[in-house]
């Protein structure tokens, strides 16, 4: 069993930065990739990064260059640096974790973009 926890959501202004984690708890010895969703308002969930074990990253087109996805050495814990911060990135994310196959989900975390 893996248990993921997102936290560091909030409200920021356009152009701003906020920084997301994940942290992973329980059989964490068998997770690979770990990967950060959004979903906006009244829109489906759309993936925004990814990070697998070996450290290899991939972005959504609409976040390259601005979000960077990285972890911690003990692998568990997913971080996402988020800059200059758009309205359109105002969403819920949500951390997701392959554990031996299994996906497992946080409960997410609000991020608002004002301008």
């Known amino acids: 069993q893996v248990q993921v926890v997102e936290s560091g959501g909030g409200l920021v202004q356009v152009g701003g930065s906020l920084r997301l984690s994940c942290t992973a708890s329980g059989s964490t010895f068998g997770i690979n990739d770990m990967k950060w969703y959004r979903q906006p308002p009244g829109k489906q969930r759309e993936h925004v990064a990814g990070?697998?074990?070996?450290?290899?990253?991939n972005y959504a087109e609409s976040v390259k260059g601005r979000f960077t996805v990285s972890r911690s050495a003990d692998k568990n814990t997913m971080y996402l640096e988020m800059n200059s911060l758009k309205p359109e990135d105002t969403a819920v994310y949500y951390c997701?974790?392959?554990?031996?196959?299994?996906?497992?989900w946080g409960q997410g975390t609000q991020v608002t973009v004002s301008s």
């Open positions: 990070i697998r074990r070996s450290g290899e990253t």
């Open positions: 997701f974790a392959d554990h031996l196959g299994r996906p497992y």
